[in-house]
């Protein structure tokens, strides 16, 4: 009797012990994301302020996202994501100089992302640069996208950019 107690009592204990460790790990609780996650989730909600009008809070979220992005890309450095959202970001804050620098370092890793050919296109298109524009464009022809498309409605005048 006393035997099969104990066993039940270590058993537990053990249970304890080893759901507390993954809990410390992270691996529990959700609440540790990285900065780069953390980043992405502010964007999209400062797309949905944007697009309601709410510039002043689009702004402070687009604010928030870059110190993240700012962080993660000391975290881990090289990676064309994260590059392509500070340029995003900076963009969106109207420092079109460094969303060029951050688009083209992206590009360096990663000539035919997507989203940095899109982006880098608006901006290019933003600051009166339309040939540059047809070069992203031009990336991304053939990749049956979006990104293609809204482009080329931006660089055609249908669509308009909001930086």
Known sequence: MIDK???IFLICIFTLFTTNLS???GDGG????????????LIKSAKKYESNGKEKK???RYKKAFKLLVKS????PGKADTLNYLGFT?????????????YSKGLKISPYHIRINQYMG?????????DKAR???AVLNGCECKEYTLLKEIIDGKRKSKY
């Open 23 to 25: 809990f410390a790990a």
């Open 135 to 137: 070069e992203r464009l």
């Open 5 to 7: 107690t104990l066993k």
């Open 58 to 60: 689009a702004e402070d």
């Open 73 to 76: 890309n000391k975290e881990k």
């Open 90 to 102: 900076s963009r969106k804050l109207g420092d079109f100089e460094n969303a060029e620098v951050y």
């Open 30 to 41: 959700g609440s540790t994301k990285s900065n780069y996650d953390k980043a992405v989730k």
């Open 122 to 130: 608006e901006l290019y298109v933003t600051t009166n640069r339309i």
